[in-house]
């Protein structure tokens, strides 16, 4: 009885000598935002962004594909027009919009050739910047749940001490939890 007793004694002093470390679970990670921010932004350019909660990111998305968009049109048109320009020159036709203009038929290729390589640069920003979007998304889903809080600072200082080294610079790092 004694031995019990003992041990039940010396579990009670244990116990309120011994502390444990309290965790702060002020938020949750979500390890599926990441590939949902990305979906998001890939079925509708901005949306991913919008789950992010950066909603001044939207604007940047839609004048990144409308300007690119837009210049992919606009060449376009002047793609076919110098096109049919020059195809109907070429049939003997001297009807064209560009018959005051362009005397030359090689200058009406020189200008197809000229927006045929801005529509298809176009469409490469088009397609870039809609990656670039869903990219973004992605990457600032997974910095939501990096913890960065103001205890942790980078300080330069410098060390005034006799050694043998003399004065010292150096860069202090201070994480304090």
């Known amino acids: 009885m004694t031995r019990l007793s003992n041990i039940f004694f010396?579990?009670?002093i244990i116990s309120n000598t011994i502390y444990s470390q309290e965790v702060e679970e002020d938020y949750k990670i979500n390890i599926l935002r990441p590939s949902k921010a990305a979906f998001y932004s890939a079925v509708i350019p901005g949306l991913g962004q919008i789950y992010n909660d950066k909603l001044w990111k939207v604007p940047l998305v839609y004048a990144a594909l409308?300007?690119?968009g837009y210049s992919y049109?606009?060449?376009?048109k002047k793609y076919w027009s110098y096109r049919n320009a020059y195809k109907s020159r070429k049939a003997g036709f001297t009807d064209d919009e560009f018959q005051g203009i362009i005397i030359n038929d090689e200058r009406l290729l020189d200008?197809?050739?000229f927006?045929?390589?801005?529509?298809?640069?176009?469409?490469?920003?088009i397609v870039g910047f809609y990656f670039l979007n869903i990219l973004d998304a992605n990457i600032d889903a997974h910095l939501?749940?990096?913890?960065?809080?103001?205890?942790?600072?980078?300080k330069p200082f410098f060390e005034n001490s006799n050694d043998?080294?003399?004065?010292?610079?150096?860069?202090?790092?201070?994480?304090?939890?």
């Open 144 to 154: 939501l749940d990096y913890n960065v809080n103001e205890n942790l600072s980078l």
């Open 111 to 113: 200008g197809q050739n």
């Open 66 to 68: 409308g300007i690119s």
């Open 10 to 12: 010396l579990a009670i």
């Open 164 to 177: 043998l080294y003399g004065n010292q610079f150096g860069m202090k790092l201070n994480l304090n939890f």
């Open 115 to 125: 927006h045929r390589r801005y529509k298809d640069l176009s469409m490469v920003f």
């Open 73 to 76: 049109d606009f060449n376009k």
